[in-house]
C-alpha cells in the first residue's frame, strides 16, 4: 500500500503515527526510498518497497473497532505459566500487527496479570499496547483516550466475568 505526506498510519510496534515525507536514503551503498514516519516519541524510517512497509496500516475504521470490542470482552485464551511458550505466544500476536491481534493479547495478558505475576517485559508490552490501542481509539471515534480507557476497562471487566 502507498502512503502519502500526512497520512495517518499505525505502525505495527510503535503505535499512532503520520507520514511526514518520503525520501531516498543510501545506506550501505543501495538508495531506497523510505516513508519518513513520526510517531509521538521518534520518527523512523520504513523503506517503501519491501516487507517492512507492512509494518504501517491505516487507522482502523469504527467497524473495524466492532470487531476489536467483540474480542475485548470475549473469554480469554489462556498463557502458558511457561514463560518461553508465553514469549513465543506474545511475539506471534505483536507481529501480526492487526487491530484484532492486539486485541487479543491486551485481553488475554491482562487476564494472565490478574491472576499471575508478569516479568517487565510482559508489563511493558501491555502498557505500550493499550496506550497504541487506545491512541486508535481515540482518533477513529474522536474521543479523549481517558474515555476509550474507560471503555477498555468495562470491556476487559466482561471478559473477566465470562471468565469465572
Known sequence: MTYQIGERVIH?????????????????GVSKQYYVVKTKDMQIWVPTDSPAASTLR????????????????????????DRHERKTNIQTRLTAGSLNS?????????FYRSQNKINDTEKNILEKNILNLLDEWGFTFGIPNAQARTEL????SESYASSV
Open 12 to 28: 505495527s510496534l510503535f503505535g499512532f503515527a503520520e507520514i511526514t515525507g518520503i525520501e531516498n536514503k543510501d545506506i550501505r
Open 58 to 81: 491505516s487507522p482502523s475504521t469504527r467497524k473495524d473497532f466492532s470487531g476489536c470490542f467483540e474480542i475485548l470482552k470475549a473469554k480469554y485464551s489462556p498463557f502458558s505459566t
Open 102 to 110: 492486539k486485541c487479543e493479547l491486551i485481553r488475554d495478558l491482562s
Open 153 to 156: 476497562n468495562k470491556l476487559l
